[in-house]
């Protein structure tokens, strides 16, 4: 998954320190301050892994968090991307104490003039200076005050001092600081949490509560997509399985179509299943502005449903079921095309694989039997081989048709349950806007997180034995 690289380094062996090499997109969220800084933040200690994820070379990411995190930015260029971090840091935090430091490499032939490189919230580095100097040392033990010179030049003792405050532990404080100011960073991180989610609550509460005619006028609008989105998915799929498209899936056909099946299972799912309900989705979103819900929650729905359209999700995440208004549809044809798409191209090349060989095998055991068997005739023979063809193309027939009736089933059904859910959240939506008031397991959830995340920082506070920052 990622590429190992052993280094003999009696530093990184004595500390046990682990080191990952990763790029990372920094700034550019447009989010206000505080959100810019924890996104920023969360992207430095859980880099993200691409990793391959099929035969079909789709890639998958996969979440490597780490304890400290320096981002090294390089030459002018790099110097304008650390701008977001500094913009966003806390002055009031030292360097050494946060779990994100920020490094520039600067060599001092860019600029042509001397560089302060005693800088608070960035440590200024010259990586080409440091790389001579060890050339120099591992040329000859005689460099040695070449080597030291060069060293410090190129900033790396401040790079091991920090990576030894940060791993290092002693008798008084037996956490390394490198976990405590993590351990403390999440601490921080479920009480913001905390706050957020009660700010949340107080603000539904203080919108105003909707009126029994708008209600009913909205739930007549659900019924009505609900019974269209019904009848769209049956004379959609009808008209489907009539389409031209899906004859070219006829077992028949697969020995020079199984390559396009996935593409056109892919074309189905995009152009005939419940395209005009998902669009009718959007449409009752409009309709949520009777329901006293702010233009920038519309705006965060409308953005959370472009996402879906373009086919980046990967499966149905609570956080966006959990919105105004659901968007299951979306999410269910992306789990399809990620379930059934592959298993029946996978079908679909097996079959055509394994009647090829079975013909073939039949075919030459025909032959064999007509060379050695003086009594065997051409007839008999060939009985042989039109034998096993037509076994092997019934069989391939069957399996086939089989796989393609089941996949209709499931499309229908799927398409009937997620219209059903669907309906039923959006009513249940309303429900909630008719009767406001504040979730007793709500608060009792909030009041435990409280009560954890106090027992948590005194239990962190008691075993690094120091005031915590």
Not at 381 to 386: L, N
Request: charged share 25%; proline share 4%.
């Amino acid at each position: 998954m990622v590429p190992l690289l052993q280094i003999p380094s009696r530093i990184l062996q004595h500390q046990g320190v682990e080191i990952f090499v990763s790029s990372l997109s920094a700034g550019g969220y447009g989010m206000r301050d505080e959100d810019e800084q924890r996104m920023l933040q969360r992207t430095a200690l859980i880099p993200m892994v691409s990793t391959p994820g099929s035969f079909a070379g789709n890639v998958s990411m996969i979440r490597h968090p780490v304890h400290v995190a320096m981002v090294i930015a390089d030459g002018l260029v790099g110097c304008s991307t650390l701008n977001p971090w500094l913009s966003k840091r806390d002055e009031s935090i030292e360097p050494s104490a946060s779990a994100v430091n920020l490094s520039l490499n600067l060599p001092r032939g860019d600029l042509g003039v001397e560089v302060d490189r005693s800088l608070d919230q960035v440590h200024i580095l010259d990586l080409s200076a440091a790389e001579q100097a060890l050339e120099t040392f591992r040329s000859s033990k005689e460099n040695a005050v070449q080597y030291e010179k060069g060293w410090r030049e190129g900033g790396m003792p401040a790079i091991m001092a920090l990576v030894g405050e940060s791993t290092g532990s002693s008798e008084a404080a037996p956490l390394k600081p490198a976990i405590a100011n993590l351990l403390n960073d999440a601490i921080e991180e479920a009480d913001e949490a905390i706050n957020r989610r009660e700010s949340e609550c107080l603000d539904v509460l203080a919108q105003p509560v909707v009126s029994g005619a708008i209600a009913k006028s909205l739930d007549v609008a659900i019924s009505d997509w609900a019974r269209r989105g019904h009848t769209e998915l049956r004379d959609e799929l009808e008209l489907a399985y009539l389409s031209r498209s899906w004859a070219k899936l006829r077992w028949w056909k697969l020995f020079w179509r199984v390559d396009d099946v996935n593409m056109i299972l892919e074309d189905l799912l995009d152009r005939r299943w419940l395209v005009t309900a998902e669009k009718g989705v959007y449409w009752l979103a409009g309709r949520n502005q009777e329901l006293s819900i702010t233009e920038e929650d519309v705006t965060l729905l409308f953005d959370d449903a472009s996402k879906g359209s373009r086919g980046n999700l990967t499966a149905p995440d609570p956080q966006y079921i959990s919105q105004r208004w659901p968007l299951l549809i979306p999410f269910e044809r992306h789990k399809m095309k990620q379930e059934q798409l592959p298993r029946m191209q996978a079908l679909a090349q097996s079959l055509v694989l394994q009647t090829t060989l079975f013909t073939a095998t039949s075919g030459g055991l025909s032959t064999l039997l007509y060379f050695y068997l003086s009594f065997s005739t051409i007839y008999e023979v060939g009985a042989v081989a039109a034998l096993g063809l037509a076994w092997s193309l019934r069989r391939m027939q069957r399996l086939w048709e089989s796989s393609r009736q089941s996949l209709q089933s499931e499309l229908e059904e799927r398409g009937r349950i997620t219209l059903r859910q669907t309906e039923e959240m959006m009513r249940a939506k309303i429900a909630e806007t008719r009767d406001r008031k504040e979730d007793d397991h709500d608060v009792q959830d909030r009041k435990s997180a409280r009560d954890a995340v106090a027992n948590a920082r005194a239990a962190l506070a008691a075993l690094t034995k120091r005031v915590l920052r």
